[in-house]
């Protein structure tokens, strides 16, 4: 297994540009969500997704779109690029959370993003 | 809202020492609690997963203790080892069989001196 995979790794994008940042699973887990990393923040929630076609608000949802068609991608979108949405972006995937004992979640490589 | 908290923040020790590393939150209506090591540039891999149920769960050198009703977390690692440098992350979830997230503490970054 690939396990949870993200392109791209690295993302220059001018202010207002919008961009897609793609997540991608092969292990069949149902859940899946979006973090985004900042120094001194920690690991903060995005958006999150329990299955295709259910998605639903993390901690920091404004200025990010998701949508999950299927269950192996959940893509984040960056509608209006600004500088504060320079991070580091992961992905995560996990079974769903009443398989007890099989809640450990899979983190992707992440990427980074900067807004100028 | 959930809090979760780490300390210390920085941590250096020599090679083959013992360490404990300490996690609290706020919230003890937990679901479960899982440390993650995450190496620079790279993303997070799951260390110990402990249900709320549990007291404890071991991996190798690796040993994770929940004390749900104070709030709080060890990892404790045995006989340290250069390759075990990283920043190691608390995460809790609150969710009872939900499924909106974790919350995670900012890390403690561990050196281990050759």
Redesign the interface.
Known sequence: NAGVTQTPKFQVLKTGQSMTLQCAQDMNHEYMSWYRQDPGMGLRLIHYSVGAGITDQGEVPNGYNVSRSTTEDFPLRLLSAAPSQTSVYFCASSYAWRLAGQETQYFGPGTRLLVL | KQEVTQIPAALSVPEGENLVLNCSFTDSAI??L?W?RQDP??????LL?I?SSQREQTSGRLNASLDKSSGRSTLYIAASQPGDSATY?C?V?T?G??????T????THLIIQP
């Open positions: 679901y479960n899982q993650f540039g790279k993303g997070l891999t799951s997963l249900q992350l995460a979830s969710s069989g939900g499924a909106d997230g974790l995670f503490g900012k890390g």
